[in-house]
């Protein structure tokens, strides 16, 4: 059964309500299948924002040369992980795609190109909290992926040009997380956090509460505990997609106020 709604009657006119923007830390895919603190509040979540036309989700896991974006009618549910529960790579999420917001955020953004991709689909990034957020998988979804080539201040800037779609319908998420070590994770069973990261955790929220942006990009000015919390930055950098599409004044809040692991952060951010 299609569970999506008839997309040829989705528009994108602008409306006076602006959709809040989401960055979620997204941390083990087994929170999809799990009853957790995390996955019931991506629950509650979706339960209490304004229902979207589309999710326009940029995912920590699509790194690409150039920046490009999921144009396929129907994406598929990739399980880009190893060593995990055969229920959990049997799982699918069978939101469809949407190729006129693939190309509505082409035109939404004339200073950078963006290309279309037919190959990617719905990594675990997008899908393992979207399961929780919206379980009919009823709401279109497309992936913007990661520039592995630009640095931070590219990936802030590409965010602020994404503004406009918050007024058009278009819920904007990105999942990762602010610290995310996976070489220092802690298997233990209630496993303490490492001192680091609640340090480093702590000082990206001060920052973001003082909108401190430019210090945020700059990350790898904050010293060791950056390193430690940051050895490569595609978890950290939807981050800054989300903290550029801040208007003034506009107010911020957190969820999931914890060190996950020993070593990831499951801080979110909801502004607006």
């Given at each position: 059964?299609?569970?999506?709604?008839?997309?040829?009657?989705?528009?994108?006119?602008?409306?006076?309500?602006?959709?809040?923007?989401?960055?979620?830390?997204?941390?083990?895919?087994?929170?999809?299948?799990?009853?957790?603190?995390?996955?019931?509040?991506?629950?509650?979540?979706?339960?209490?924002?304004?229902?979207?036309?589309?999710?326009?989700?940029?995912?920590?896991?699509?790194?690409?040369?150039?920046?490009?974006?999921?144009?396929?009618?129907?994406?598929?549910?990739?399980?880009?992980?190893?060593?995990?529960?055969?229920?959990?790579?049997?799982?699918q999420y069978p939101a469809a795609g949407l190729p006129a917001l693939a190309q509505l955020v082409q035109e939404t953004v004339p200073q950078t190109q963006v290309s279309l991709d037919q190959r990617w689909g719905?990594?675990?990034?997008?899908?393992?909290?979207?399961?929780?957020?919206?379980?009919?998988?009823?709401?279109?979804?497309?992936?913007?992926?990661?520039?592995?080539?630009?640095?931070?201040?590219?990936?802030?800037?590409?965010?602020?040009?994404?503004?406009?779609?918050?007024?058009?319908?278009?819920?904007?998420?990105?999942?990762?997380?602010?610290?995310?070590?996976?070489?220092?994770?802690?298997?233990?069973?209630?496993?303490?956090?490492?001192?680091?990261?609640?340090?480093?955790?702590?000082?990206?929220?001060?920052?973001?509460?003082?909108?401190?942006?430019?210090?945020?990009?700059?990350?790898?000015?904050?010293?060791?505990?950056?390193?430690?919390?940051?050895?490569?930055?595609?978890?950290?950098?939807?981050?800054?997609?989300?903290?550029?599409?801040?208007?003034?004044?506009?107010?911020?809040?957190?969820?999931?106020?914890?060190?996950?692991?020993?070593?990831?952060?499951?801080?979110?951010?909801?502004?607006?």
């Amino acid at each position: 059964m299609n569970l999506n709604p008839d997309k040829a009657a989705l528009t994108f006119e602008e409306t006076a309500t602006k959709l809040p923007v989401l960055f979620v830390g997204h941390g083990s895919p087994m929170n999809t299948l799990e009853d957790n603190t995390y996955s019931r509040s991506w629950a509650e979540l979706g339960q209490s924002l304004p229902r979207p036309k589309a999710i326009l989700c940029i995912s920590a896991h699509w790194e690409t040369k150039g920046t490009q974006v999921t144009a396929m009618e129907q994406p598929r549910t990739i399980h880009d992980f190893g060593g995990f529960p055969r229920e959990l790579f049997e799982y699918q999420y069978p939101a469809a795609g949407l190729p006129a917001l693939a190309q509505l955020v082409q035109e939404t953004v004339p200073q950078t190109q963006v290309s279309l991709d037919q190959r990617w689909g719905l990594d675990h990034g997008t899908w393992s909290v979207l399961a929780r957020m919206y379980p009919a998988a009823d709401i279109p979804v497309v992936q913007l992926s990661l520039d592995r080539t630009q640095e931070p201040a590219y990936h802030y800037a590409l965010g602020k040009e994404l503004a406009p779609l918050r007024n058009k319908g278009i819920l904007i998420v990105g999942s990762g997380n602010i610290v995310h070590n996976l070489g220092l994770i802690s298997f233990r069973q209630a496993a303490q956090a490492e001192d680091w990261a609640l340090e480093f955790d702590e000082t990206i929220k001060q920052l973001i509460l003082l909108g401190d942006h430019e210090a945020i990009i700059h990350y790898e000015k904050l010293g060791r505990v950056a390193l430690l919390s940051i050895p490569t930055n595609e978890h950290y950098l939807p981050l800054l997609y989300i903290l550029a599409l801040q208007s003034e004044q506009e107010q911020v809040s957190f969820f999931n106020e914890k060190i996950d692991l020993g070593s990831l952060s499951m801080r979110s951010v909801r502004i607006g």
